[in-house]
Structure formats: C-alpha cells, structure tokens
C-alpha cells in the first residue's frame, strides 16, 4: 500500500504518545490526527451516523480500535466518536505513520462496541467494499449549485463501503457513478453522501454534507 503525501501530516509533527485527560482505564491513550476532512460516528461503521466533522489536522485522542476492524473511537473537536484508522495518523519513533498500515506495530488497546436499540442495520456481502488506497492529493473544487439541484432531483442509489466518505480516496471500479450533463466530473451516493468524482482518476472531489 502506497504511502501517502508528507505534506498531508504536517499538523501531526506534535503527535505523540500522551495520558488521555480524565481517563480511568489506566492505559496511555495514543494522540492521532485527522489526515483529511473526516466524518465522526455515532457507532463504528459507515451506516452510522456523523456526529460531526474533524477538519485536516485537527488532534484527537484515540481511545482504541476494535479487533479485526478499522473502526477507532476518538475525542477530538469536543466529540467522542468513530473514525476510520485509514484516515488518522500518529506518531512511532518520530515518523508519521498511518495508523491502519502500522497497527500491529502500535500500542492500540482494542475497543469494544455494544450495539444499541434503534441501530441501524444494513445488508453487507461476504466481503464488503471499500476504498481503495490511502489518500491522495486531488484539485480542490467548487461545484455551481446547478450540481447539487441537478442531484438532488437525479438521485443515486446510496453504495455503502467499508471505510469513510473523503476527498481524495478512489472508489472501486464495481461501483457505478452517474454522468452530469455538462460537467467534468460524475456523482453517486457513499454512505449516504453525494460526493463528486474524477472519472480519470475515481477519485472523490467533493463531499456534500
């Protein structure tokens, strides 16, 4: 797995590992930080919920992932939530690492969830889709608002994916995108967001939140 831009982390240079403020588990809790915008959820997997957002290179502290999951829970902007370990970096012998690729090489405690009434529930196969590749640097774009009316009125089946909604990840070449009538770039629906894609690349652009 290709290791993504340096300059994606330059407000990680203070990540380290840090004692979590308050916490009475008795474990050194790690510091992380966003690498992009990045949605936080109300439970460990995209059919959840945003709670809110973490902007790039906002701080957090990781609590801990769930075991044979890329699920984390994290505090971070006042908010204590779920976020993709894709998508969060950290700190290991004074080198920026993304959690996901080094996982077995970092003192993570594993986490646990207990499902709540009122989840919600949603079909997964056998092996689930999801993102492909870390990150990558796109071209910021500003979509005209004649976009979002032209999706709004031309919805797209939601596509859930085993990771998170972010500007700059590619999607899978099985998942299908709709063409908008005079424009450079194509919509579907992840995990329940429009977002805006590059059809050279498949790579996201956009998010509408």
Known sequence: ??????HLFRAVAAAGLMLAAGASTGYAAMSATAVTDLNIRAGPGPQYPAIGL??????????????????????VNGMRGWAYARYLATDMGGSTVVIEQRRADLPIPAVTYEVQPGDPVIATSPEPLELIGPVEEVDAITPPPAVRTYITQNPADTVYLDGEVVVGAALPNTVAVQQIP??????????GQPVLVEPATRRIVYVYR
């Open 54 to 75: 973490a902007t790039r290179g906002s701080p957090a502290v990781l609590d801990g992932c769930i075991q044979g999951s890329n699920w984390c829970r994290i505090s």
């Open 182 to 191: 005079d424009y450079d770039y194509q919509y579907v629906s992840v995990n």
């Open 1 to 6: 797995m290709k290791t993504p831009s340096p």
